[in-house]
């Protein structure tokens, strides 16, 4: 079966940008124009406008039109970090053309904190009843003002009486996997990452500024104590087009991604 019209205008328009016939800070043509080119409607060409848009490939200017962005250069995050990462999700970013130059931490929103029965898949991940209390804590994060990822950790409502800064709505500098050891005694010894994939909820669409039919990742990371107890269950989404990860297994260099070296994996592909 034929993908919809809009999205075989979409895909033309997306190879056209990639081979150069339109490049970096063209604009495209209008709508009329497009609607003449494609013999489509003017709402199918909105609709592949949109797709373009979302994927962040082009971007409409008020009054003037819509033209076609600079290279996306992805925000590049490593997942396995220590055991005992400070952070919630264990990981910092790069972008992808700076790896091993230019590490920038993530700048994040003053974290919103509730008390609340979470969904039944982060219950289920924590080994607690479908109708207990969790502390979630929820920020947005960006990197160079750009919107990164939003995330959320969600802990026992019990770790709240020995540890109450989980229940503040400030960030707790050391990180909450440090303030838990040293309040509870309760180490963090490993954590696992389930990746998913699907469409973007109203408030994502809204974060990121993608349309609904695009694609989000969501990774809930559960963290465990020495006895295989889980510490926490920290859910974080990420925009597709915007990002990649890596995760790194036993001792590996740095990666390095340079013209420089490119070239070298060029000549000498073994």
């Known amino acids: 079966m034929a993908p919809p019209m809009y999205q075989q205008i979409a895909d033309d328009l997306r190879n056209k940008i990639k081979s150069g016939e339109l490049p970096p800070g063209a604009q495209i043509p209008t709508e009329g124009d497009l609607q003449k080119i494609y013999n489509a409607s003017r709402n199918t060409i909105r609709d592949a406008i949109k797709r373009l848009v979302s994927l962040g ?7 003037q039109g819509t033209f076609v962005t600079g290279a996306v250069d992805p925000f590049v995050t490593t997942l396995s970090a220590a055991p005992g990462s400070t952070f919630g999700g264990g990981e910092g970013a790069t972008y992808l053309s700076q790896v091993g130059e230019a590490h920038r931490k993530p700048q994040v929103t003053t974290p919103r904190v509730e008390v609340q029965v979470p969904q039944q898949e982060v219950a289920l991940r924590l080994r607690i009843g479908l109708d207990a209390q969790v502390v979630s804590r929820h920020q947005e994060r960006y990197v160079d003002d750009t919107p990164w990822s939003l995330q959320t950790s969600y802990y026992p409502m019990e770790f709240a009486l020995k540890a109450p800064r989980l229940l503040a709505p400030v960030d707790i500098e050391e990180g909450a996997v440090r303030y838990l050891e040293a309040a509870e005694g309760l180490k963090q010894v490993g954590y696992r990452d389930w990746i998913t994939a699907r469409t973007p909820d109203e408030t ?3 974060f990121f500024g993608i349309e609904h039919d695009t694609t989000v990742f969501e990774i809930f990371r559960t963290a465990f104590d020495a006895t295989g107890n889980p510490l926490r269950v920290t859910v974080t989404v990420f925009p597709i087009y915007r990002n990649q990860f890596i995760v790194n297994v036993g001792k ?4 390095q991604y340079g013209p420089e070296n490119q070239a070298r994996e060029q000549e000498d592909p073994a």
């Open 204 to 206: 994502e669409q809204s």
């Open 57 to 63: 490939i082009v971007q409409t200017r008020a009054g």
């Open 252 to 255: 590996v260099p740095d990666p």
